[in-house]
Nanobody, 121 residues
Framework: QVQLVESGGGLVQSGGSLRLSCAASGTILSIDKAAWYRQAPGKQRELVAAISSGGSANYADFVKGRFTISRDNAKNTVYLQLNSLKPEDTAVYYC???????????????WGQGTQVTVSS
């Protein structure tokens, strides 16, 4: 069974940093495009950052210059470095990825279970 397993969330003070990880487990060949989303209480899920298979990254305006998305294709893992965190960054962060299955070479999209990031003022 293929899963995206997230880690790295937690409680941090304003101005602090965290690094989120999203590892694909199961019998897979590779990850194509991937992204991080977040959802704050009472709000819709929103895109934070996305990265292509080749490493090209795009960011939401509200995180530009503070967050960095990256990937390690050998480990089938995607990362999100969060710097200069603000209380308004508090949310559950979700990983998304198009995962290529080794069984049939088909890409299927997957979501992680979410990891809580809480920034105190």
């Amino acid at each position: 069974q293929v899963q995206l397993v997230e880690s790295g969330g937690g409680l941090v003070q304003s101005g602090g940093s965290l690094r989120l990880s999203c590892a694909a487990s199961g019998t897979i060949l590779s990850i194509d495009k991937a992204a991080w989303y977040r959802q704050a209480p009472g709000k819709q899920r929103e895109l934070v950052a996305a990265i292509s298979s080749g490493g090209s990254a795009n960011y939401a305006d509200f995180v530009k210059g503070r967050f960095t998305i990256s990937r390690d294709n050998a480990k089938n893992t995607v990362y999100l470095q969060l710097n200069s965190l603000k209380p308004e960054d508090t949310a559950v962060y979700y990983c998304y990825a198009d995962v290529r299955y080794s069984s049939d070479y088909v890409y299927r999209n997957h979501w992680g279970q979410g990891t809580q990031v809480t920034v105190s003022s």
